[in-house]
């Protein structure tokens, strides 16, 4: 017994003297009331498991003691499309061809920004609980938001695939690595935002309701149940005022999707700017132009990434009294 | 030993206390630059080391601001000025059980909870049977968190939490939930912590348990911190100033202390009795500079008294209690076979402990006067007075009895 019980602790002894190695020469922390951003980044990076942890979290709780479980991820948007496809090819026809998948393109982009933002801004606040009791970088929690709604997107993009294969819709496969850089794009302009509305949030409560109801709004300044081409541009383009409409930065992202998912719909490029393919869908930009607007909103997205980061450090060090 | 674990650099704390909290933009605008507040430090320029290896304690009051000087050593509150440097790993025990997810089991909130805390993936597969083993949960190990009673929510907590092996360990008064074996348990792991050289922080308002496990702490009372020392004398201190703020009104109102024995003055009974007391003082060798004696010093008590008529055979009585009412010592005039005539007039009575041999503690003194024969008592007063002790070293317990040790290897036994 006595014999068997010192193997035990030896064992132990081992392991603790493993983990010691490991985790090699101790590190320094500091906590005061300003954090340079590199020991914020230091931070976060040093809590990666965390983060996919908190994602796993979000997808397992969402769904459990549910019977179809995340099944319900992929029936959503499925039952959504059905009853867009049914009324706007049947009752209210807009005569777009396989409208499905156009509209998929722009919904798959818009309910990952939707959900990452949503969730990403009562993140802090919901998780007040660890907030107030538990360090660690709470910049986490709205990343994990970002992080979880990406996965459901990619559960969503299931839905998309099962369904271009029924009506044997073709993308553009050559041009499929355009969608690298949009989503990149997105991920960081979603995780810009939910940074900075989770830390503001714990100020000031309206701002969850506010962005459910900017969201709503925002919803239809991206061309995603409707065709950019024709009525919606040609009515900005007469007041010079396109650029406003490109000013929504998920507007070039979702063209992005369109473009390669919905290709086979484009007859031909043209390298005039703006132009319109006649009856047509999509804008006639060519490639390079979904490239560059691409990575201007990743670059614009990286600089307020940052600056939220910034900010939430800021912000971050009354979250435990505020909750 | 050497290095530094913990450096708390002349770290405050503000909070704003707000008469109203406004948190609604509507409110805020409405009430903007009305919502008034006041600026509370909850911590005023707290600077201390803690050495590799040494377990600290941190004393205080409750809202004296351990807590939240806890919380900014564990990174959970940022200080408003100052900082605070951690060298190591830091695992902080505020609330047990902290970040479960009521809906994952118990093992995949282990794992989520370790990495809350700090540890990977790969450690915790490690030490996942210990873990499981510690809180004995046994086969509950995959059933909901939300499932679990209180007992076994704590247990796992901890178990994770002492299973991170922090580097520094910051312990607040979690220690009083569980019961009594897995409070045992929790105190040896921590001792386990102790031993293999780690860093501890203790934070608590219960002496005995600092005197206990403590190399070193501080006192803090309204976010100030009010002494540093060993655990002897940070109790002494803590208790001083506990009773000096108690004591402080009262004092107030009767001027400077004088060098002179604590007096209480004690209303005459009602009824006309043929002897009564009119007051009692106390006295030590330290009476004048300090409320308490140390463990074996002298006390007198005196009990005054007046007598209308000649009373035959009067029998003084003292008693002394501890806080919880148990009696201590009891004794009287006629046990010490003292005869004695109360003449007409006052006087007094001087009872005189040579020495008192208790450990730390408020006790308070009856004081009474019956007669010898019968079972007449001419008066009788609970709680007449109390006195304090405080132990400056390390025993501890309720008496302070006389101990050698004479420790013998094979070789001269």
Known sequence: MAKGRSEVTEAILAVRAETAAERGPKQTRTVAARLGLRQRFTELWRSRELFVFLVRKEIKVKYKNSVLGFLWSMLNPALTLAVFWVLFTIFLPNHLPDFVVYMFGATLIWNFFQNAVLG?????????????????PREILPLA??????????????????????????????QMYIL??????????????????????????????LVEVVLLAWFWAVPGIYAFSGNVHD????????????????????????RILFNSMHPRYTNEPHALIPNGVLATYPTHWYVYSDLAVLGISAVLLLGAIALFGRLEGNFAEEL | MGNVAVEVDHVSKRFRVFDERYSSLKERIVHFQKSRHEDFWALDDVAFDIAEGETFGILGRNGSGKS??????SGILQPTTGEVRVRGQLAALLELGAGFQPELSGRENIYMNASLLGLSTKDVEKRFDEIV???????????QVKFYSSGMYVR????????????????????????????????????????????????????????????????????????????GEAIRLFREHLLESAAATNRAAAGPAAAKAERIELAPPTDGRPVHITAIEIDHPGTGTRHYIEPGEPLRVRVLYKATALVEDVVFAIEVHNVNGIL??????????????????????????????????????????????????????????????????????????????????????
């Open chain 1, 120 to 136: 990403g801004t009562g993140s802090i606040v919901g998780n007040g609980g660890i907030v107030k009791k538990v360090a660690f």
């Open chain 1, 145 to 174: 938001s970002v992080g979880s709604a990406f996965m459901f997107m990619l559960f969503q993009s299931i839905v998309l695939v099962l369904f271009m294969a029924i009506v044997w819709h073709r993308p553009d496969w050559s």
């Open chain 1, 180 to 209: 690298v850089p949009a989503l990149a794009a997105i991920v960081v302009f979603a995780a810009a935002l939910s940074v900075f509305l989770s830390a503001v949030n714990v100020y000031l409560r309206d701002t969850q309701h």
């Open chain 1, 235 to 258: 009515k900005f383009a007469r007041h010079h005022l396109l650029w406003l409409y490109f000013l929504n930065p998920i507007t070039p992202i979702a063209m992005t999707f369109q």
């Open chain 2, 68 to 73: 939240t000087l806890l919380k900014c050593i």
């Open chain 2, 133 to 143: 083993d510690f809180a004995e949960l046994g086969e509950h190990i995959d059933k």
């Open chain 2, 156 to 231: 796992l907590g901890f178990a994770v939490a002492v299973n991170v092996e922090p580097d520094v360990l910051v312990v607040d008064e979690v220690l009083a939930v569980g019961d009594e074996n897995f409070q045992r348990k929790c105190l040896d792991r921590i001792k386990e912590f102790q031993s293999e050289g780690r860093t501890i922080l203790f934070v608590t308002h219960a002496p005995d348990l600092v005197r206990a496990i403590c190399d070193r702490a501080v006192v803090l009372s309204d976010g100030k911190m009010i002494g540093e020392g060993p655990p």
């Open chain 2, 328 to 413: 201590i010592f009891a004794s009287d005039t006629q046990i010490m076979a003292q005869h004695f005539d109360a003449l007409p007039g006052e006087g007094v009575a001087d009872f005189l402990f040579e020495g008192i041999p208790l450990l730390d503690g408020t006790f308070t003194l009856n004081v009474g006067i019956r007669s010898a024969r019968g079972g007449t008592v001419y008066d009788w007063r609970e709680q007449a007075g109390q006195f304090e002790v405080m132990n400056p070293g390390q025993t501890t317990g309720v008496v302070a009895l006389a101990l050698h040790a004479d420790l013998k290897d094979p070789s001269t036994a």
